[in-house]
């Protein structure tokens, strides 16, 4: 598949120039994706315009939000196909990349990408959030924290906040609710130790809904007790 639009809106609209490599990097991952869509559930999304601006644009518009310097240790929670991390990796090579998934058809498929793309500095695990958050080798060791379409602001944050340190952020990538879910949202994530920094609209070319950058900053150490186990912070948000 050609990327020439991305290329083009990823300039005009976020100062993004992707060089050749890039280009058919962006180009091999939308093949593999739509071809291996044919047997496992991947994305609803398949007309190459919308794959380019939905999933490619729209996960690139993270850089409006957060500097992704190099080394920078990002997380993606329920990455799916790898939006929004992938793409990211691909627009910013240096940084440090781990892609978080509980369903292992889609794991699968992030394995092959990574190794079909020859992708240093990115880790796949087949996980739950809950299970990572409460995992020390995962919990409050990521700058960057990312999600994408995964659940409700609440339910969210009990997910993304034990991942992040403190001084870190998370970034959660949002629908037309977006303002109205930070705010409702404020009191789980001040428990969670996090405070909702600003949010960012976001216009994509093609795309007639308004997306959003929810910011959050974690500014407190998360209690311990969090995340619960699996299953409870979509039972029982706080
Ligand atoms: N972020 C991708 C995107 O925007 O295209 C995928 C979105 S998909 C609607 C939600 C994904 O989150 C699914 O792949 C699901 O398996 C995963 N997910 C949901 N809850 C999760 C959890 N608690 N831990 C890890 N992954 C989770």
């Known amino acids: ?43 609803a999304i398949t007309a190459p315009e919308d794959i380019e601006m939905r999933h490619f644009l729209d996960s690139l518009s993270v850089s409006l939000a957060i500097a992704l310097t190099p080394n920078l240790r990002v997380i993606d929670v329920g990455t799916g196909a790898g939006f929004p991390g992938l793409p990211l990796r691909l627009a910013f090579p240096h940084i440090e990349l781990t892609l978080l998934e509980a369903t292992a058809k889609k794991t699968a498929f992030l394995e092959h990408i990574v190794d079909h793309l020859k992708l240093a500095n990115v880790r796949v695990i087949n996980a739950r959030a809950e299970e990572a958050g409460q995992d020390p080798a995962s919990r409050e060791k990521y700058d960057l924290v990312l999600a994408r379409a995964v659940a ?75 995340p619960r186990r699996p299953g409870i912070p979509t039972k029982r948000p706080l």
């Open 1 to 43: 598949m050609k990327v020439e639009r991305l290329v083009r809106c990823s300039r005009d609209l976020l100062g993004l120039d992707l060089g050749p490599d890039t280009q058919r990097a962006f180009s091999l991952y939308a093949d593999e994706l739509l071809a291996w869509n044919q047997t496992t559930n991947l994305t």
């Open 152 to 226: 409700q602001m609440p339910t969210l944050g009990e997910y993304l906040l034990p991942l992040c340190r403190v001084g870190g952020r998370c970034v959660a990538l949002k629908g037309e609710n977006a303002v109205a879910e930070a705010q409702q949202a404020e009191n789980a994530l001040r428990i969670l130790g996090g405070h909702v920094e600003k949010v960012i609209p976001v216009e994509l070319p093609q795309v007639a809904e308004t997306h959003y950058l929810v910011v959050v900053q974690k500014i407190a150490a998360t209690p311990p007790q969090y």
